[in-house]
């Protein structure tokens, strides 16, 4: 078992009904679907744009409004893809998933294996590999952190490595078993194309340039503003995603460019909760939560005052984003760890059984359709499901990270881990999709009179 809990509703004091969660987690094709339709016509329009103004010097701010279009709804698509949350239909996002990681610039497991980290250990220095910059922040690091440079380059490094089968540390750390060759293939692949578009000019195909690669620099520093402020002046190396974590309010443009992940807070808490839920989650939890803190361009002017004057030795406390304790000059110090150890435990004893036994575990009508529950004998824990195939019972923690999966999302005969995405086969116990590979342990089961009997052993 590990020796740490990962930072999620639980690890923060946060509750919701599980009936409610699963209403809300609820999964669909079509917001994804009637996003995509959306995010085409924005850029066929800001496309247009581009076009009418080459060759005069409107070009340039047509190409800024074209790659915001472009740039910042690659990353929130790609992140949400990454959660395996965007659409019901696993191929269908797998296959976007893998496009919009191409126009974000990072392979997609990768990008998959270092944001499922993320989420174990929310802004934990040492231990999360997605915390780009020392904290607190100074002028300095704003600068190199929102002119996307410094991820580019970062960026191109991974792909190297990966192309070249080199594997760094953090990436042996993250990644499953098996996950390496696809992530080395993903990265030739891709890298063969960005070479072709960064030939493309030579051979006087030049639109590749104006639409894409202008715009996608462009539209970087924009995109980067966005994700700055997820957890910039919060809290590190706390359990409590209410102290690391910022949602802020936002107007209709910013949500659809960032699929609502203005509710980051929530986000984090439940990640199993797809982008177009998160409002309603949102007002499910408000009681429980911090206030959000101002808009996308207030708070990020907030902040740039902040840590400008922070870099002039100046006062820093700010008038209206939520900042913890230390990052506010004159306040208490905290000395933030950089070990990368959490003191934070969590053991589940789980005793043998050294015979098998029908154990009458509860009644059909506990169960709804499509669900779980938890379920306690001898000392271990077990999951027990109603699908439309029957009742099936399994293990209840997850293969990969040691995760309860009470809440997870039951979808037709697959239980996909709330922490991750993970996802097995209910009837068989097999993984079916990263970043879990070790199957689940099922146990047989039958009916009888109203009542679901488990083979426990």
């Known amino acids: 078992m590990p020796d740490y809990i990962p930072t999620n509703a639980a690890s923060s004091g946060v509750k919701l009904d599980k009936k409610t969660l699963k209403s809300i987690a609820a999964r669909s094709d079509k917001p994804g679907l009637i996003y995509i339709a959306q995010w085409v016509a924005f850029l066929a329009a800001t496309g247009a744009l581009v076009w009418a103004a080459l060759g005069t010097l409107w070009v340039w701010p047509a190409m800024l409004l074209h790659g915001i279009f472009l740039t910042v709804p690659a990353y929130s698509f790609s992140h949400e893809t990454a959660h395996g949350t965007a659409f019901r239909s696993r191929w269908l996002n797998e296959a976007v998933l893998w496009v919009t990681s191409f126009l974000y610039m990072e392979e997609p497991l990768h990008r998959r294996y270092t944001h499922t980290n993320h989420h174990t250990h929310t802004w934990w220095v040492g231990k999360d590999s997605q915390m ?7 002028f300095g690091g704003w600068l190199a952190e929102i002119s996307g440079f410094a991820l580019l380059r970062f960026h191109i490094q991974v792909f190297v490595y990966l ?26 692949i891709m890298l063969m194309i960005y070479a072709l578009i960064a030939a493309a000019p030579f051979f006087g195909i030049w639109w590749v340039v104006w639409f894409l690669v202008i715009p996608r620099i462009l539209g970087a520093p924009v995109m980067l503003l966005f994700t700055l402020i997820q957890h910039v002046e919060l809290q590190e190396n706390s359990p409590s995603i209410l102290e690391s974590t910022r949602s802020f309010r936002s107007n209709r443009l910013a949500e659809f460019l960032y699929m609502k992940m203005n509710n980051h807070v929530e986000h984090h808490l439940y990640p199993q909760v797809p982008f ?12 429980q939560l911090p206030q959000p803190d101002p808009g996308f361009c207030k708070t990020n002017l907030e902040v740039m005052s902040v840590v400008l004057r922070r870099s002039l030795g100046r006062q820093t406390k700010a008038a209206s984003i939520r900042q913890a304790p230390h990052m506010i000059t004159g306040a208490a110090r905290w000395n933030v760890s950089r070990s990368g150890q959490c003191e934070l435990g969590r053991k589940i004893p789980i005793r043998s059984h050294s015979m098998s036994q029908w154990i009458d575990a509860c009644a059909t009508d506990d169960i709804d359709e499509e669900d779980l529950i938890s379920w306690q004998h001898g000392g271990k824990s077990y999951a027990i499901y109603n699908t439309k195939k029957g009742f099936f019972a399994s293990d209840l923690i997850c293969t990969h990270e040691e995760q309860s999966l009470e809440d997870g999302l039951v979808i037709d005969c697959v239980i996909e881990c709330p922490l991750h995405g993970g996802r097995f086969d209910i009837c068989t116990g097999k993984a079916l999709s990263a970043p879990v590979h070790k199957d689940l342990n099922t146990y047989p089961v039958r009916v009888e009179g109203g009542r679901v009997f488990v083979e426990t052993g």
Do not use: I, S
């Open 132 to 138: 780009p910059f020392d904290t607190p922040m100074g």
């Open 163 to 188: 192309a070249a089968g080199r594997y760094t540390d953090t990436m042996k750390m993250v990644t499953p078993e098996g996950g390496f060759a696809k992530m080395t293939r993903n990265a030739r």
């Open 276 to 287: 177009h839920a998160l409002p309603k989650l949102a007002e499910a939890l408000q009681d």
